[in-house]
């Protein structure tokens, strides 16, 4: 059974902070994901990534970095939190050659404040 | 640019009865169209896609969606709604004017009455 993990559930963290969530896969998939959810607005692409050490800006890169130093492994990084950060953040992992059908970790809802 | 839009925020059907969500989209080419659903507290999964050919497509679950290009639409079709039925339903779009990313709609959430 595929399955995309995320580090953790529920994150709380002050302002200013460096927030790392990790995102792993064991499904071997060369595409990795990373959204943000928000209410009334649907997901939006922060990141994703086609290769190891290969990275590409979504919609709403801003703000956010990301690492792919493992193929089994995608980190967003928020070098210094903000507010404006605080929503649910999903991680998503496809196969080479299709980035539509993709699995999805349960996410992680990220409190800043 | 490319859009998706589900005009419902919020539906409440009673179980047994039939469901449809609308989806529109805006996109200049072909477009490869898909539904997403999110149970609550879990991730999302594909539900069903369209890339081409038959119009009506069928999906998990007991789902459907018809694809009609004359009306930019894709909505998602069940004859008979389970509790279980009740999630949060995302359509996306994609393809390749958008170098292969989807695009989602804002989401419809579906309550289920017994």
């Known amino acids: 059974d595929v399955k995309v993990t995320q580090s953790s559930r529920y994150l709380v963290k002050r302002t200013g902070e460096k927030v790392f969530l990790e995102c792993v896969q064991d499904m071997d998939h060369e595409n990795m994901f990373w959204y943000r959810q928000d209410p009334g607005l649907g997901l939006r692409l922060i990141y994703f990534s086609y290769d190891v050490k290969m990275k590409e800006k979504g919609d709403i890169p801003e703000g956010y970095s990301v690492s792919r130093e493992k193929k089994e492994r995608f980190s967003l990084i928020l070098e210094s939190a903000s507010t404006n950060q605080t929503s649910m953040y999903l991680c998503?992992?496809?196969?080479?050659?299709?980035?539509?059908?993709?699995?999805f970790g349960p996410g992680t809802r990220l409190t800043v404040t | 640019a490319q859009s998706v839009t589900q005009p419902d925020i919020h539906i409440t059907v009673s179980e047994g009865a039939s469901l449809e969500l609308r989806c529109n989209y805006s996109y200049g080419a072909t477009p490869y169209l898909f539904w997403y659903v999110q149970s609550p507290g879990q991730g999302l999964q594909l539900l069903l896609k369209?890339?081409?050919?038959?119009?009506l497509v069928q999906g998990i679950k007991g789902f459907e969606a018809e694809f009609k290009r004359s009306q930019s639409s894709f909505n998602l079709r069940k004859p008979s709604v389970h509790w279980s039925d009740a999630a949060e339903y995302f359509c996306?779009?994609?393809?390749?004017?958008?170098?292969?990313?989807?695009?989602f709609g804002q989401g419809t959430e579906l309550s289920v009455k017994p």
């Open positions: 996306a779009v994609g393809g390749y004017n958008q170098g292969g990313k989807l695009i």
């Open positions: 998503a992992s496809s196969v080479a050659g299709n980035t539509y059908e993709q699995y």
């Open positions: 369209y890339f081409s050919g038959d119009t």
